[in-house]
Every structure is written in structure tokens, then in C-alpha cells.
Nanobody
Framework: QVQLEESGGGLVQAGGSLRLSCAAS????????LGWFRQAPGKEREFVGA???????TSAESVKGRFTISRDNAKNTVYLQMNSLKAEDTAVYYC???????????????????WGQGTQVTVSS
């Protein structure tokens, strides 16, 4: 059974930092790209960033220069380091796994096979 478990969310002031973690189990980690999506109240879920086994990564324009996605293949864990947080970053953040994506990540929600339950990030202004 595939499980993706996010952690690290919380309340932070604008300009602050948080690091989200997503621990994966029940899958062959090397054959999946891992991504982060977010959903703000009243909005659709949107792509944040993703990384392949080999380290190829893409981030949304709205977070470039502020957020960094990385993965530790030995720990089956993907991270999202979020710096210079803004009120508009407030959302539920989801970890997702895309099977067979080994070269270039996908930004499309429909390409991801497994999802975590999400973790709330709230940025106060």
C-alpha cells in the first residue's frame, strides 16, 4: 500500500520559513517523480514544484527563488524548503508521486498517481 505522509506545516509570519517533508512508503522510490501541489481556500489546486530521481526539477514561477524542492533517495523523502513566505502562500500543501517519470517532471495534477493527505501552511501578514 502506497503512503505519502506530509509533515512540517504550521503558522508562520510573512517573511519567515518552513520546511515541509513527505515520507513515501510502499513504492519503488527510484521510479517516481515527487511533487508538491497546493490549494488555497476557494481556489483550484496548483503545481508548486517537483523533482525526479536524478534531480531534474521544475518549480512554479510564483515560487521560484523562494521555494526549493529536494529529495533524499536513501530516506524515501522529498522536501519543500519555503523561504520568504507571503500571505498568498497560505494553502494546504500536498505531496504527490508520479510513476515512471524519470527524466522531466510533469506539472499536471492528472499525471500524479498517489497523493498525501495534505498539510496546512498559514502565513500571517
Amino acid at each position: 500500500q502506497v503512503q505519502l505522509e506530509e509533515s512540517g506545516g504550521g503558522l508562520v509570519q510573512a517573511g519567515g520559513s518552513l520546511r515541509l517533508s513527505c515520507a513515501a512508503s510502499g513504492l519503488s522510490f527510484f521510479s517516481y517523480a515527487l511533487g508538491w501541489f497546493r490549494q488555497a481556500p476557494g481556489k483550484e489546486r496548483e503545481f508548486v514544484g517537483a523533482v525526479t530521481w536524478s534531480g531534474s526539477r521544475t518549480s512554479a514561477e510564483s515560487v521560484k527563488g523562494r521555494f526549493t524542492i529536494s529529495r533524499d533517495n536513501a530516506k524515501n523523502t522529498v522536501y519543500l524548503q519555503m523561504n520568504s513566505l507571503k500571505a498568498e502562500d497560505t494553502a494546504v500543501y500536498y505531496c504527490a508521486a508520479d510513476r515512471g517519470r524519470t527524466a522531466v517532471v510533469s506539472t499536471r495534477e492528472s499525471d500524479y498517481d498517489y497523493w498525501g493527505q495534505g498539510t496546512q501552511v498559514t502565513v500571517s501578514s
